[in-house]
């Protein structure tokens, strides 16, 4: 059920963690869109009515050009401003381009009922329509809500709250870029309030990453007609402890991939079996180097966890030291 207004304290203070994105990003002369803006420029440009709002500043880059390292920085950073008694909830100003591995690592570490809230920008900060400013307050408003308390980590964007598990960015240029696979936005926010119609069932909150997380390699192999095992083979080469398997349709490969999935369970090599699809569950269901034989081979179903969401989950249990197998994954696919 829902918090009563009495969980929160009497007045609401929201931290915003700055680390870049279009929603900090103005042109430069040439034309590119850089990140620049600092936390206290992005929040000079909306207002927040009853809430205080405090700014920090992490990173400034493109979400295109964050590593496993400054994903941990943004989980470090989420946690010690949740730790603050004082603080109700933490906004996370992010690149649109990544939101969604972000969101999903904040998710799966969140311990705590404070709500913590990404969002960014789908036209850039000098742009005379930028939706940032809007995003922003929204972000905010999310954030102090009490409605949120207890749903994890959220993506708030275009008046829409989605859960952070699930969610993919869908659309490159559209100023709802946001998508939940297989559902839908878990509330709206508005002129109105915050609303939140549906609560995620979230697992246990996992170990935060440590430093092992930084160089803990997972590739992701897409298959295609005509692939071939050289590209599984040279991620295995270049250190990858897991390859995340794209697979067409229901997670289907070939006969080059089978063999080499077999040999890389057997040398220890994580092979998670997700889908090229846009939307729908990994379904092992054909033989012939289908998804059936596959998973015979050893390979992992990532089920219906978006793609570079199975990449990120591999890679923060493995830099745990997790044993990862059907049992580790069920509870997060
Ligand atoms: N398109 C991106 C954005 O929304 C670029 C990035 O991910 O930083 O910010």
């Not at 490969?253 to 063999?259: F, S």
Request: glycine share 12%; proline share 6%.
């Amino acid at each position: 059920m829902a918090g009563s207004k009495t969980d929160a304290p009497p007045r609401a203070r929201v931290v915003v963690i700055a680390t870049g994105g279009t929603i900090a990003s103005s042109s430069e002369p040439g034309g590119a869109a850089v990140a620049r803006r600092t936390a206290a420029q992005l929040l000079g440009s909306a207002g927040y009515g009853d809430v205080e709002v405090e700014g920090r500043d992490l990173l400034n880059l493109g979400s295109y050009l964050l590593g496993h390292h400054e994903l941990r920085l943004i989980a470090d950073a989420v946690a010690e401003e949740v730790a603050r008694d004082e603080v109700t909830g933490v906004v996370v100003s992010h690149g649109t381009d990544t939101m969604e591995e972000t969101a999903f690592l904040l998710d799966l570490v969140h311990d705590s009922d404070k709500p913590v809230v990404l969002t960014g920008a789908q036209r850039a900060a000098d742009q005379p329509d930028s939706d940032g400013p809007r995003n922003l307050r929204e972000a905010v408003a999310v954030a102090a809500s009490p409605e949120a308390r207890g749903c994890g980590a959220l993506i708030s964007f275009a008046g829409r709250i989605f859960a952070a598990r699930g969610t993919r960015k869908h659309h490159t240029v559209a100023a709802e870029p946001f998508r939940t696979l297989d559902g839908g936005p878990i509330g709206r926010v508005g002129p109105a309030g915050v609303r939140i119609t549906a609560r995620p069932v979230r697992p246990a909150p996992l170990e935060r990453p440590g430093p092992r997380f930084d160089d803990t390699r997972v590739d992701v192999v897409a298959l295609h007609p005509g692939a071939d095992a050289a590209l599984a083979r040279a991620a295995v080469q270049a250190g990858a402890r897991a390859v995340v398997l794209a697979g067409t349709g229901v997670g289907n490969a070939n006969h080059a991939l089978l063999e080499w999935v077999s040999e890389a369970v057997a040398a220890g090599t994580v092979v998670g079996l997700s889908t090229r699809v846009a939307e729908g569950p990994v379904v092992p269901t054909y033989g012939n180097g289908g998804g059936v034989d596959l998973v015979r081979a050893g390979a992992l179903s990532m089920g219906g966890l978006p793609l570079y969401q199975a990449r990120l989950l591999l890679a923060l249990l493995l830099s745990e030291g997790v044993p990862v197998d059907r049992a580790t994954l069920a509870p997060h696919v």
